[in-house]
């Protein structure tokens, strides 16, 4: 980040005011959302915000800014109680690195009943294998096995098609 824009956002303890103090200025809002690792939705929301410039920013009480993940802790171990804001949920950073993923990372969710299950990249592809394991055959690649399937599919095909181009010509 280049300097200038460091000295900018020094002293700013939110990502809402990371965000107004970008946007005053003069920074796009796209450039915003890639300089804070945030979706463009995001910052549009935060700048739409009805009265966004009547609150002072810098009025967060130290410990509750945005993002901090101690304020979401639950009384139990491991477990949160998270905030939903427009539609989103951000996650500690300790569930983050449990699950491998960054803060601009992938993870993989299943809806089960009226439990939503938040599930890591590795066990999600375990569990898919898992399911597949009855049709493995051992030393049969089964990429192999796709790929000879759509030939025989596009031999077909061009089998079709000259078919149809010779009764096109007898019937002329």
Known sequence: MPPDL???LQGHKTVAGRIRALA???VPRAQIARILGKRYQHVRNVLEE???GNT???SALEGLAEGDARASVHDKPKT???QVRNGSVTLPPEVLEALGAGPNGLIIAELDGEFFKIISIPESVRRIQERLRPYWRPGVSIVDELIADRRREAADDDREYE???ARNRKDD
Request: include cysteine; charge should be negative.
């Open 6 to 8: 460091e000295a900018l």
């Open 56 to 58: 002072p920013v810098e």
């Open 24 to 26: 005053a200025a003069g």
């Open 163 to 165: 078919q149809c181009q």
């Open 50 to 52: 009805p009265g966004a």
């Open 80 to 82: 949160y109680r998270l």
